[in-house]
T-cell receptor, first 114, second 110 residues
Framework: DGGITQSPKYLFRKEGQNVTLSCEQNLNHDAMYWYRQDPGQGLRLIYYSQIVNDFQKGDIAEGYSVSREKKESFPLTVTSAQKNPTAFYLC?????????????FGDGTRLSIL | QKEVEQNSGPLSVPEGAIASLNCTYSDRGSQSFFWYRQYSGKSPELIMFIYSNGDKEDGRFTAQLNKASQYVSLLIRDSQPSDSATYLCAVYSSASKIIFGSGTRLSIRP
């Protein structure tokens, strides 16, 4: 079955530590996205990538980094510079590079501070 | 003014009735419009998308788009308890980015 796989489901970060969230898709989608969702809030865009080896900052990129070395994979690193990382992180993908297609989401990763 | 606005709710609707969810947007050049359902603790799930003015129906769901008035709505007919969730409106703007509203919490009462 095609879909988007995020791992791990739960992640705990110690102060000063970088952590990496995995996102893999087998939908053959060109575009991939990372969002952050805080309780009772909508989705805020962290980074997006429309093509391999290229990515763009979203609205809240500070303290995060990404890579897009393969079409299927778009990992997100939450660095120690992100002082308030506790949130629900969602990865999404969509067909085409234009960005106007429906996005499909993975099951998410919940990140908390130890 | 927020770029995409939704009433946070909760919107309480009796089982079997029609639930009406509304969303307004500020960018007149917006092109594509999406509705997602999100159960508590889960990820968003695409319900409907609409690109042209008018109505689009899929089962119990109808999306309505009025570009002149800059609103998009989602109607859910014969509401079921399983429809209780938060509904997110998303808009693809003329700045080539998708913007999500904060969501409307819908509660279907038996």
């Amino acid at each position: 079955d095609g879909g988007i796989t995020q791992s791990p489901k739960y992640l705990f970060r110690k102060e000063g530590q970088n952590v990496t969230l995995s996102c893999e898709q087998n939908l053959n989608h060109d575009a991939m996205y990372w969002y952050r969702q805080d309780p009772g809030q909508g989705l805020r865009l962290i980074y997006y990538s429309q093509i391999v080896n290229d990515f763009q900052k979203g609205d809240i990129a500070e303290g995060y980094s990404v890579s897009r070395e393969k079409k299927e994979s778009f990992p997100l690193t939450v660095t120690s510079a992100q002082k308030n990382p506790t949130a629900f992180y969602l990865c999404a993908s969509s067909q085409g590079q234009a960005g106007n297609q429906p996005q499909h989401f993975g099951d998410g990763t919940r990140l908390s501070i130890l | 003014q927020k770029e995409v606005e939704q009433n946070s709710g909760p919107l309480s609707v009796p089982e079997g009735a029609i639930a009406s969810l509304n969303c307004t947007y500020s960018d007149r050049g917006s092109q594509s419009f999406f509705w997602y359902r999100q159960y508590s603790g889960k990820s968003p799930e695409l319900i409907m998308f609409i690109y042209s003015n008018g109505d689009k129906e899929d089962g119990r769901f109808t999306a309505q788009l009025n570009k002149a008035s800059q609103y998009v709505s989602l109607l859910i007919r014969d509401s079921q308890p399983s429809d209780s969730a938060t509904y997110l409106c998303a808009v693809y703007s003329s700045a080539s980015k998708i913007i999500f509203g904060s969501g409307t919490r819908l509660s279907i009462r038996p």
